[in-house]
């Protein structure tokens, strides 16, 4: 699971969808299988993040690297769009850097409102942008 700082809520892809393109949101914690990640190196310090419900890949909306894009989940590649590297961000929480783009996954606009946005931005490091990553057994 990731759990954002800023607003304590967890990286969700909606209603459980299985569908290529879907876009990352946050929501409650609702121990739904749609919340919850595995990672994967892909080499290099980079990290494939990959949905358990889905079995798809977090990657960035069309391989954008404009700010504001949208986190979504796609099949599986060796695309850039496809691979994360971790920043520690301190006391357990990290940012997610996209390998293509160098923005970081974030809540857009800092919500702290179920079915928020998670897209990408620069790197400013405010809590929005920053996720605990919870094992789960």
Do not use: H
């Given at each position: 699971?990731?759990?954002?700082k800023?607003?304590?809520?967890?990286?969700?892809?909606?209603?459980?969808?299985?569908?290529?393109?879907?876009?990352?949101?946050?929501?409650?914690?609702?121990?739904?299988?749609?919340?919850?990640?595995?990672?994967?190196s892909?080499?290099?310090?980079?990290?494939?993040?990959?949905?358990?419900?889905?079995?798809?890949?977090?990657?960035?909306?069309g391989?954008?690297?404009?700010?504001?894009a949208a986190?979504?989940?796609?099949?599986a590649?060796?695309?850039?769009?496809?691979?994360?590297?971790?920043?520690?961000?301190?006391?357990?929480?990290?940012?997610?850097?996209?390998?293509?783009?160098?923005?970081?996954?974030?809540?857009?606009?800092?919500s702290?409102?179920?079915?928020?946005?998670?897209?990408?931005w620069?790197?400013a490091e405010?809590?929005?942008?920053?996720w605990?990553?919870v094992?789960?057994?």
């Amino acid at each position: 699971m990731l759990v954002n700082k800023g607003s304590g809520k967890y990286l969700d892809i909606p209603a459980g969808s299985t569908t290529v393109g879907t876009a990352a949101n946050q929501w409650r914690n609702t121990a739904c299988a749609c919340q919850l990640f595995t990672f994967q190196s892909a080499g290099g310090g980079a990290w494939t993040i990959k949905n358990v419900n889905s079995n798809l890949d977090l990657a960035i909306r069309g391989s954008s690297s404009a700010a504001g894009a949208a986190v979504a989940q796609n099949s599986a590649s060796s695309a850039d769009s496809q691979r994360w590297t971790l920043t520690d961000g301190g006391n357990g929480y990290y940012g997610l850097r996209n390998v293509n783009s160098a923005l970081v996954a974030g809540v857009a606009q800092s919500s702290t409102a179920d079915g928020a946005a998670v897209v990408q931005w620069g790197d400013a490091e405010p809590d929005d942008q920053l996720w605990k990553i919870v094992r789960i057994n």
